[in-house]
Nanobody, 119 residues
Framework: EVRLVESGGGLVQPGGSLKLSCAAS????????MSWIRQAPGKEIEWISA????????YIDDSVKGRFTISRDNAKNTLYLQLNNLKPEDTAVYYC????????????WGQGTQVTVSS
């Protein structure tokens, strides 16, 4: 059974930090490209960062550049997103997604973790 389980979300004040984790199982995590996506209430999904299977970050959205950092630990089958200098507009549900080898689209998605930035 494929599972992607996000954790680490919560309520934080503007300027604060969080570290999200995405624990993967049931597929070849180490060979899969991974991404973080978010969706704010009433808005479309926003692709915020992606990382190659080998660990090289290959995409970071301008809206989070310089504040968010994607990383992965293939030995632990875990994807991370470090969120610094958070802003109210970062409030959203954050999802991780996996694109296994030979797939052209992201096939597996987690259930999401809520990040709320508010004073």
């Amino acid at each position: 059974e494929v599972r992607l389980v996000e954790s680490g979300g919560g309520l934080v004040q503007p300027g604060g930090s969080l570290k999200l984790s995405c624990a993967a199982s049931g597929f070849t995590f180490g060979n899969s490209d991974m991404s973080w996506i978010r969706q704010a209430p009433g808005k479309e999904i926003e692709w915020i960062s992606a990382i190659h299977s080998g660990g090289v970050a290959k995409y970071i959205d301008d809206s989070v550049k310089g504040r968010f950092t994607i990383s992965r630990d293939n030995a632990k089958n875990t994807l991370y997103l470090q969120l610094n200098n958070l802003k109210p507009e970062d409030t959203a549900v954050y999802y991780c997604a996996a694109r296994p080898p030979l797939f052209t689209q992201y096939k597996y998605w987690g259930q999401g973790t809520q990040v709320t930035v508010s004073s």
